[in-house]
């Protein structure tokens, strides 16, 4: 079975304090992981499709990256407008749906 | 470009009446059609999936039935709705030769 785990659940960080969010998959050949930002009450908006081991890519303070295993978003010197939920979704081959973590709830403080 | 519509943005009802959420995508042909919810602490759950007009797969088995009658409209419906059914509801799309869903505004819930 597809599973997605992603931690911390919450994570709080001041303006400026880097960090990252983890997302660990189990997949039966992975045709893609994908990273959403979700602000309360909206829609989850995309972020990025990483393919493969060894990818990055990378958005104003946000880089996303991919191992075998798990994948990291990379926050630099957080701003209060990156505060939201980051989900995280894998797929597998053929045309299956995504299977999402439960996301990471991320607070920056002025 | 793509966009995609869904209403109503709230709705409050009470236990057993009916229910019905439409989702309309604009700018693409032949489009995979999701439904989820999205309850507190729980993640996203797919509810229906839909790949082509009159073609509907059932993930989790309950209360609620979805219909695709046109290539770009996805309904959500429920004959009999119980407190259970509370929560954001979730329209998204994926075009038929890609890979990234995307999301619509969201349906809130209440059954009262």
């Known amino acids: 079975e597809d599973q997605v785990t992603q931690s911390p659940e919450a994570l709080r960080l001041q303006e400026g304090e880097s960090s990252s969010l983890n997302c660990s998959y189990t997949?039966?050949?992975?045709?893609?992981l994908f990273w959403y930002r979700q602000d309360p009450g909206k829609g989850p908006e995309f972020l990025f499709t990483?393919?493969?081991a060894g990818e990055e890519k990378e958005k104003e303070r946000l880089k996303a990256t991919l191992t075998k295993k798990e994948s990291f978003l990379h926050i630099t010197a957080p701003k209060p407008e990156d505060s939201a939920t980051y989900l995280c979704a894998v797929q597998a081959g053929g045309n299956t749906p995504l299977v999402f973590g439960k996301g990471t709830r991320l607070s920056v403080i002025a | 470009s793509q966009t995609i519509h869904q209403w109503p943005a709230t709705l409050v009802q009470p236990v057993g009446s009916p229910l019905s959420l439409e989702c309309t995508v604009e700018g693409t042909s032949n489009p995979n059609l999701y439904w989820y919810r999205q309850a507190a602490g729980r993640g996203l759950q797919l509810l229906f999936y839909?790949?082509?007009?009159?073609?509907i797969s059932s993930e989790v088995p309950q209360n609620l039935s979805a219909s695709r009658p046109q290539d770009r409209q996805f309904i959500l419906s429920s004959k009999k709705l119980l407190l259970s059914d509370s929560g954001f509801y979730l329209c998204a799309w994926r075009p038929g030769t890609g890979n990234t869903i995307y999301f619509g505004e969201g349906s809130w819930l209440t059954v009262v």
């Open positions: 997949v039966s050949g992975l045709r893609g």
């Open positions: 839909s790949v082509g007009i009159g073609q």
């Open positions: 990483l393919y493969s």
